[in-house]
Nanobody
Framework: QVQLVESGGGLVETGGSLRLSCAVSGFAFSNYAMSWYRQAPGKERELVAR????????RYLDSVKGRFTISRDNAKNTVYLQMNSLKPEDTAVYYC??????????WGKGTLVTVSS
């Protein structure tokens, strides 16, 4: 069955770094654009970063540009989010998302990132 399993979340101090991973199974990973979303308490879910199927095109939320980097390894069916210079406002549950050109999409269950001030 389809699985997107996020890992790498945790508690980090302001200015610290975390690397999130999302391991995928059950569908053709290389045919899907991959994204990371986040949802902070009391706020709507927002797109943080997206990478296309061939890993040639990325896009980022303005507030994370220059600090976060999305990447993917199609051989390992895994997408990553390297997060540097973390701020308290980055605290949220981070979700992995997959979508193909036909609009079929899948979500992971999320991993919590907490940045202490």
């Amino acid at each position: 069955q389809v699985q997107l399993v996020e890992s790498g979340g945790g508690l980090v101090e302001t200015g610290g770094s975390l690397r999130l991973s999302c391991a995928v199974s059950g569908f053709a990973f290389s045919n899907y654009a991959m994204s990371w979303y986040r949802q902070a308490p009391g706020k709507e879910r927002e797109l943080v970063a997206r990478i296309n199927r061939a890993a040639g095109i990325t896009r980022y939320l303005d507030s994370v540009k220059g600090r976060f980097t999305i990447s993917r390894d199609n051989a390992k069916n895994t997408v990553y989010l390297q997060m540097n210079s973390l701020k308290p406002e980055d605290t949220a549950v981070y979700y992995c998302h997959a979508e193909n050109t036909f609009g079929v999409d899948y979500w992971g269950k999320g991993t919590l990132v907490t940045v202490s001030s």
